[in-house]
């Protein structure tokens, strides 16, 4: 029996998990077993799971789509380790990364942990830029791992392992589309389980390499929020409607701009600010100018979603739904 099951949902992205792969093969700390689950893909990657089969312990399984938690339950019942990693599969593992994890959870004084997440120096620009809006403070408050959470550390399923039997205890992951890690790790906590956050256990993250493609996963996002406060009443935060009083203060200062153009200039403060930070946090000029339209679409997509949402579901008592069902990976 491996320490650890490393399971990774993958859906049409052989490329990525490809890199991904390749990563977990130059770990220097090695016991531990991979769980790929095809998640009614149409590019499969089972020619690539065999390929890798003799460098470390790999199985493939394949199911009909059913969403990310889903095809991570599936995973987690095929697992034998004492430990349960989840990874998307478009992230990259530094060679130390199991070790780390091993380490810091040979105490076991936690039932679950997770790590932030970084842009690999080899992305390219507008994945690095995606990634300065996906975790800068400036955006969404650094509570995406790179510091703990005001209250409690919530772990997200990009980088987040579980105790087996914490696991299992839970149910695993619902069936919410997007939204589903934060479920997990608030059902976790209300059970009386701990969350660690492992800064060292960081991984490099893709993320999406285009806006358009960007826009809809944070639109989503921001209707994940609501979702997730009716599920879990109380989760619901003051700074979780930043973005759409950031969607509101810029459309009251293009109306303001019809009685008086010079409103218009208060629309060059926030860029300016977001490219200095930019700079400071890159050290790219040309990613800190991309960070710009990058940290936008964030506010603008969340923005816009979590108000849908908020109307939707507290006002017009709607059921829990989420956008571009049809297109969201096109």
Not at 55 to 63: H, K, L, S
Not at 285 to 297: D, E, N, Q, V
């Amino acid at each position: 029996m491996p320490s650890f099951s490393i399971i990774i949902p993958v859906y049409n992205r052989p490329d990525e998990l490809s890199e991904l792969l390749e990563s977990i093969a130059v770990q220097t700390y090695r016991d531990f077993e991979v769980i790929i689950v095809e998640d009614g893909s149409e590019t499969k990657s089972d020619n690539l799971a065999a390929e890798y089969s003799s460098r470390f312990p790999i199985r493939y399984i394949y199911q009909e789509n059913s969403g990310p938690g889903p095809a991570r339950n599936t995973g987690s019942k095929e697992a034998n380790g004492r430990w349960l990693i989840f990874l998307d599969s478009d992230c990259i593992l530094p060679e130390d990364y199991m070790a780390i994890v091993n380490r810091e959870t040979s105490s076991e004084d936690f039932d679950c942990f997770g790590g932030p997440d970084k842009p690999h120096p080899q992305f390219n620009t507008i994945q690095k830029a995606i990634g300065y809006a996906m975790s800068s403070v400036l955006t969404t408050g650094g509570i995406r791992g790179a510091i703990e959470s005001l209250d409690r550390f919530y772990p997200r399923s990009y980088n987040l392992g579980v105790r087996n039997s914490v696991f299992f205890s839970l149910g695993g992951f619902s069936t919410m589309r997007f939204g589903e890690d934060l479920d997990f790790s608030m059902r976790l906590l209300k059970k009386g389980y701990s969350t660690e956050l492992i800064r060292e256990a960081f991984v490099f993250h893709k993320r999406r390499n285009n806006f358009h493609s960007f826009f809809k996963q944070v639109y989503n996002s921001g209707i994940a929020r609501i979702n997730l406060e009716i599920r879990h009443k109380g989760s619901l935060k003051a700074v979780h409607w930043l973005p759409s009083l950031f969607v509101i203060g810029h459309v009251a200062i293009l109306a303001l701009a019809f009685y008086n153009p010079l409103f218009l200039l208060l629309l060059l403060v926030v860029p300016g600010i977001l490219f200095f930070h930019a700079l400071y946090e890159t050290k790219e000029l040309k990613t800190a100018l991309w960070a710009i339209p990058a940290a936008f679409t964030q506010s603008f997509g969340y923005g816009l979603g979590f108000l849908e949402a908020f109307i939707s579901r507290k006002i017009l008592k709607e059921e829990e739904f989420h956008a571009f069902g049809k297109n969201f990976y096109k």
